[in-house]
């Protein structure tokens, strides 16, 4: 796959740069969302099917911050969800608190276990590492309150949403979908590309709602997959 044009190569580096961390960016409001839903980027635009677009260059995509003296408990609470990544979904802070995001009554269970400090020993942890982690981690969370929501995706799927998507590329090739991912803060699957028209609009829409994906738009992008 090749980019053309100098803007463009620019472009994508600055979007490079913004994303190094594993997962891509997308925005979050200060408002706290319904239970499972998401909260709208504060700098984002509603296509007319109701997709959440954002250009690559609004700052507010990065979520927001986390609050001194929350960091250990949002950190310890991150690291759980990517130790049980089937059950559980992402780690947030909406509105001061730290909330963590629960696919499952597993993961329901494992949140209430990790809070009261119940020993955790993931069945592949044959060397007991992950069990000593855990340990650290339940230090760091005492008389911090966060709370639960339960969502439809984990981490696991959230990433098998991400290859769908990208996969739309390939019916819609004048989109110009090069880079996905999920966003840690918030569990959103964003896009980028080039172009959005309605019908690519309305098939996300049609598969994910209007609030799991977000489409960072970036029209002066061209993208050749070639041939074969």
């Known amino acids: 796959m090749s980019r053309h044009t100098d803007a463009g190569r620019r472009e ?26 998401p909260t709208s980027p504060a700098a ?7 997709l959440l677009v954002v250009s690559p260059d609004d700052n507010e995509i990065q979520g927001q911050a986390v609050p001194d003296g929350l960091g250990d408990a949002y ?41 009261a400090g ?27 309150q966060i709370a639960t929501r339960r969502v439809e995706y984990s981490r696991t799927s959230s990433m098998k949403l ?16 090069f880079m996905g991912g999920v966003h840690e803060r918030t569990g959103r699957i964003i896009v980028h590309m080039a172009k959005l028209s309605d019908d690519l609009a309305a098939a996300i829409v049609d598969r994910y709602g209007t609030e799991k994906v977000v489409v960072v738009l970036e029209p002066g ?3 050749d997959f070639g041939v074969g």
Do not use: W
Request: with cysteine; aromatic share 6%.
């Open 12 to 37: 994508i580096g600055k979007i490079t740069k913004a994303l190094a961390i594993v997962s891509f960016a997308v925005a979050l409001t200060a408002c706290a969302p319904p239970a499972g839903v």
């Open 44 to 50: 984002a635009t509603r296509h007319p099917s109701g």
């Open 75 to 115: 950190g310890a609470y991150n690291e759980l969800s990517h130790i049980f990544p089937d059950d559980l979904g992402y780690a947030n802070v909406i509105n001061g608190e730290v909330v963590i995001d629960v696919a499952t009554d597993e993961g329901m269970a494992i949140v209430e276990s990790f809070k």
């Open 118 to 144: 119940v020993a955790m020993h993931p069945d592949y942890d044959t060397e007991g590492k992950m069990a000593g982690s855990l340990a650290e981690h339940q230090t760091k969370i005492v008389g911090v």
């Open 162 to 177: 991400v290859d769908e998507v990208m996969d739309l590329g390939k019916e819609f090739k004048s989109a110009g979908i």
């Open 221 to 223: 992008v061209t993208v």
